[in-house]
């Protein structure tokens, strides 16, 4: 079984909110990553976690916060978001950090009003 | 950095073979995917080739890879409308974890 659930799948929020977003793999993967996709364009790494501790932040702003409770787990926790920020998060998993293949979830679809 | 490229849009008729090409510049590249997109979903892995082969099947599918040319396919034998997507070619270089992708190849099939 290859499968990354996110949830929600659709969100909506507004500037002043605090939201979370949770993806969860139960493929024993040790490398869990958070992308971020605007329309027609290919995703964007945010940030990587290996064996639960942050090891990739690609310059992302502050108003976005990964956090990863366990090794099957990954939150992004959102707050004070603008609406340039709407856009499909993707949650992927992989073997180990390392080479491997990347397997993606279905996303959330984001909207900032 | 590196850069990896595709056409934006490719139009067949149903039972035609579709290609789709892709082109990278990074010469330490490991494995190269190939991912398919819905529109609202997320990137189903469809394959992926290692850099030290030409050609790898699996049943429609056929990917070739020109390494001295940096050069990568997909070719879709008798194209569906389920086929209809968005397909991203991408390149794992050799640092690790960090996957390029390139701008999508938007594939549509008419009846």
Known sequence: DTEVTQTPKHLVMGMTNKKSLKCEQHMGHRAMYWYKQKAKKPPELMFVYSYEKLSINESVPSRFSPECPNSSLLNLHLHALQPEDSALYLCASSQSSYGETQYFGPGTRLLVL | ?111
């Open chain 2, 1 to 111: 950095g590196e850069d990896v490229e595709q056409s934006l849009f490719l139009s067949v008729r149903e039972g035609d073979s579709s290609v789709i090409n892709c082109t990278y510049t990074d010469s330490s590249s490991t494995y190269l995917y190939w991912y398919k997109q819905e529109p609202g979903a997320g990137l189903r892995l469809l394959t992926y080739i290692f850099s030290n082969m030409d050609m790898k099947q699996d049943q429609r599918l056929t990917v070739l890879l020109n390494k001295k040319d940096k050069h990568l396919s997909l070719r879709i034998a008798d194209t569906q409308t389920g086929d209809s997507a968005i397909y991203f070619c991408a390149e794992m270089g050799n640092a690790g974890n960090m996957l390029t992708f390139g701008g999508g190849t938007r594939l549509m099939v008419k009846p």
